[in-house]
């Protein structure tokens, strides 16, 4: 059980401290409610180009790895279509100098045409190596737009075009920076052997005299319910054929989000998995094949994709695992591996809150999603799920209307 104390400060800002006696560090997450999916579809990409934006410098501190390295610390950042994360480790006894950095940024960062032009490049770079030039890179942008036609999820985190970086102009990302990157769509957690009270006394010191933004609610496009299977054919230079299929499934709020996850944990993890015995291992079809969840806070999708062995056609592929689907929604699973996939999800949990970093960043999350104790209740919410409601799930969620399909080919020599 992770204890938590949280406060909440005139601005908006919400902060959550977790007393940890066993660590001689300190860990400060900052979580934005901000994402790829708060994005204008003409400007797409915005939220990971501020990711690196982020650490170009604010007004006080041009250089923001700088001070923190001469403490002994490091820092990084994650951008979903849901969420915008930064952290900082540090020996505990520097704790203010995360604050003063973290509030340096987020009351005013530098933003000039050439710190601008430079991240730019970095994430134009990184947008043609990692989604256009590397082989399957492209795989995302296709199985989100082919699967979305209205929701935001339909371009991924990088962008939906290289262009929409390219062309991003100073006074848009101003826009984009007030409007999301204040202390009212903020969640700070810190972990560390401090008292609360000095923490609380040392976020308001550093954080308390920023202003808030104006509140906004999301009134995001809710995607219509797929009525019929879509099937696409690229041709790309790669080493195998692929197949890639996703399935829309339920929100991060619903009930079925826990029996959903351990869904595709019976189907494809570990060598005990249905896929991996059945597929890979009797029948040779694949050389490798996984399901899982995307994890998103609204209505996401449930992917599964596996690449061809040489020989198999991709109309042999897409049949044996349908047939598979169709085991799952006409039979219950049985016991063991409804045991095995919970005890994968017990595991991972505790692992999970040894690092001070892990439990930093999940009482964030669970923060976010309306409740911090949501960190320590959600591995009994697996423990809730019996093999009628994994029959009940599975069978609404590999419904052949629901599918998206997309047949990843080699080009011919």
Same mark, same amino acid.
């Given at each position: 059980m992770i204890q938590y104390q949280e406060h909440t400060y005139k601005n908006g800002l919400k902060l959550i401290f977790h007393r940890d006696v066993s660590t001689p560090l300190a860990i400060v997450n900052v979580l934005y409610d901000v994402g790829a999916k708060d994005e204008s579809p003409k400007m797409t990409g915005f939220a990971h180009l501020f990711e690196h934006l982020m650490f170009g410098g604010s007004k006080n501190i041009p250089f923001f790895d700088e001070p923190l390295q001469s403490v002994g610390g490091e820092n990084n950042a994650f951008t979903s279509n849901d969420i915008t994360n930064y952290y900082i480790s540090l020996p505990a006894a520097n704790l203010e100098t995360a604050f003063w950095l973290e509030s340096d940024r987020m009351k005013e960062l530098s933003f000039t045409q050439k710190s601008l032009d430079v991240q730019k490049n970095v994430v134009v770079e990184e947008f043609k190596q990692n989604y256009l030039n590397q082989p399957y890179g492209d795989l995302y942008h296709i199985i989100r737009s082919l699967s979305y036609k209205k929701h935001p999820y339909r371009w991924p985190t990088i962008g939906e075009e290289v262009s929409h970086i390219e062309s991003a102009k100073l006074d848009d990302v101003k826009d984009f920076f007030h409007?999301?990157?204040?202390?009212?769509?903020? $969640?700070?957690?810190?972990?560390? *052997?401090?008292?609360?009270?000095?923490?609380?006394?040392?976020?308001?010191?550093?954080?308390?005299? $920023?202003?808030?933004?104006?509140?906004?609610?999301?009134?995001?496009?809710?995607?219509?319910?797929?009525?019929?299977?879509?099937?696409?054919?690229?041709n790309r230079n790669v080493p195998y054929d692929a197949i890639y299929k996703s399935y829309h499934m339920c929100s991060r709020f619903d009930d079925k989000y826990f029996a959903t996850d351990l869904i595709s944990d019976i189907l494809s993890s570990g060598d005990s998995s249905r896929f991996y015995r059945k597929l890979?291992?009797?029948?040779?079809?694949?050389?490798?094949?996984?399901?899982?969840?995307?994890?998103?806070?609204?209505?996401?999708?449930?992917?599964?994709?596996?690449?061809?062995?040489?020989?198999?056609? $991709?109309?042999?592929?897409?049949?044996? $695992? *349908?047939?598979?689907?169709?085991?799952?929604?006409k039979y219950p699973v049985e016991e063991s591996e409804l045991i095995r996939a919970k005890n994968k999800i017990l595991t991972i949990d505790a692992y999970g809150k040894i690092s001070p970093l892990n439990k930093a960043m999940g009482l964030a999350y669970s923060s976010l999603l309306g409740d911090p104790n949501l960190i320590n209740l959600e591995a009994g919410k697996y423990m809730e799920v019996d093999k009628s409601q994994i029959s009940e799930v599975a069978n609404t969620l590999f419904d052949p209307k629901n599918s998206s399909t997309i047949y990843y080919l080699k080009k011919e020599s």
């Open positions: 409007k999301h990157y204040k202390p009212n769509r903020a $969640i700070i957690s810190v972990v560390g *052997n401090f008292e609360f009270d000095y923490v609380k006394s040392m976020v308001e010191k550093w954080f308390g005299n $920023i202003k808030s933004n104006y509140e906004y609610e999301r009134n995001l496009p809710k995607e219509p319910k797929q009525i019929e299977a879509r099937l696409l054919t690229v890979v291992l009797e029948r040779k079809i694949f050389g490798e094949i996984q399901a899982y969840i995307g994890g998103d806070i609204d209505e996401g999708l449930f992917y599964i994709s596996g690449k061809l062995v040489p020989g198999i056609t $991709i109309q042999e592929a897409d049949q044996a $695992i *349908n047939e598979e689907l169709d085991q799952i929604r």
